[in-house]
């Protein structure tokens, strides 16, 4: 299957590093004209140098910065197609107690993982809805479909919370030629929290983890943008509020 978006307009969040930064190449690599935003504004900027598209520093937590940069990108292209959502993340939070959860840090993670996607499918409804056509991929996780292996609690709500939205603007935005899914990816190494987590498993840990995969590896970053391009193509047309699980088959 060959999947091409020439002449798509397609913003990508979370796209410094890692997985968003993977969708940004495979959706540039299929012509689509893609446009970076991130949190960070160093990595953003550096990943934009490198894939040769223009990049956006902005808290998509803040629904008036969200809103401002869909319409900064709708006034520079005329257009916006798709939405990349991977933006999102643990945020440098790790296992603990339930007790020992703060506030600050239960809502930190929904801030990322639901807000963010939120307000800037919220931003964009009203072109797609004029433009007939749209597609909108959010990046789950394994955590969003049973409890989290690392004991991150907000982290699960959240990403549990981020698949009800999809399903939910997959009802609202599907009359109007608007598909919305997610993929939920397994085990990804891609940054130096999720290197951390592996490394914390152990070795035999690490090998029981391999051995509940019926691949019996891990996944790439690579992998997950597969799946996001497919779930963007013409070809995926009437597929909409599902979730996909790309994560080596685990058990």
Known sequence: MDIRLDGRVVLVTGAAQGIGRAIAAAFRDAGARVRLTDLDRDGVEAAG???????????????????????EVLAEEGRLDVLALAAGGVRGQAGRPIEAITEEAWHALFQANVDSAFWVAQAAAPHLRQAGWGRIVA????????????????????????????????WELGPHGTTVNAVAPGLILTNPATHAQWEAYGEDGRQRVLDALHTRRLGQAEDIASAALFLASEQAGWITGQILAVDGGRL
């Open 49 to 71: 140098r490198d894939l040769g598209v223009p990049a956006h520093a902005a808290d998509l937590s803040d629904r008036t910065a969200a809103h401002a940069l869909v319409r």
């Open 139 to 170: 990046v789950a996780s394994g955590a969003g479909l049973r409890p989290s292996l690392t004991g991150i609690q907000a982290y699960a709500a959240a990403k549990h919370a981020l698949v009800g939205v999809v399903r939910q603007l997959s």
